[in-house]
Structure formats: structure tokens, C-alpha cells
């Protein structure tokens, strides 16, 4: 299977840098247009998105219950990550758009119903 991968995968390989590549874009101008409140930090690489939450003003604590009980989004809590993580979420965008997208407007909406 790993010979076959590599040897007939290259296509799928860019088909799905293609994808998530656009599932960034997808998020940037989502978040740009519904939630000026937050700010994404596009990656030059990757399929992890950094959010910044800090105009939200929540503590850690608080924005990581918020993600889960109001918005109903699982995200990784910045903070984990170290000393400058505070106040921001790390999304995972290699998932199907739909997914995506239900998520950002799921966090939209209990982001303007704060």
C-alpha cells in the first residue's frame, strides 16, 4: 500500500494540498465578513488555522467553555501551546467544507449573540 501511495498518489497528494488550501481561504474571508470581532492569522503552510479571540475578552478558561457550550465547536485551546497562545484557538481546516462551514457559523452566531 505505502508503494502504491507513493508511487500513483501525487494526484490525490494535490488535489488535497489544492482543498485545504482553499478551506483557508474559505475561513479567512468567512471570519473577515461575519466575525470582524475575531482575526485569522493565515499559516504559509499546513492545515492549522491560529484565531485570534482576544477582543472577545474572555480568560482561557472562559473562551475555552464558549467554544464548547455556545458555539459547540472543538477547537485547540491556544494557550496550550505556550507562553502567546492565550486568547486564541487553533482549527483543524482539513475537514470537508460543509463541516467547516457549519462550524464558522455556528461560532458566528454565538459570537453576535454574546
Excluded at 501525487?10 to 470581532?37: A, K, R, T
Excluded at 502567546?84 to 482539513?94: E, K, L, Y
Aim: charge should be negative; hydrophobic fraction near 40%.
Amino acid at each position: 500500500a505505502c508503494q502504491a501511495a507513493y508511487t500513483y498518489g501525487h494526484q490525490w497528494v494535490d488535489e488535497l494540498v489544492e482543498y485545504i488550501s482553499e478551506n483557508m481561504n474559505v475561513m479567512y474571508n468567512y471570519i473577515e465578513e461575519h466575525i470582524p470581532s475575531i482575526h485569522m492569522i493565515k499559516p504559509d503552510g499546513l492545515y492549522l488555522a491560529w484565531v485570534d479571540m482576544r477582543e472577545l475578552n474572555m480568560s482561557n478558561e472562559e473562551l475555552h467553555n464558549f467554544m464548547l457550550e455556545k458555539a459547540k465547536v472543538w477547537v485547540n485551546d491556544g494557550y496550550i501551546f505556550g507562553q502567546g497562545g492565550d486568547g486564541f484557538i487553533r482549527v483543524n481546516v482539513a475537514t470537508p467544507r460543509e463541516v467547516l462551514l457549519k462550524g464558522l457559523k455556528q461560532l458566528a452566531d454565538a459570537i453576535n449573540d454574546k
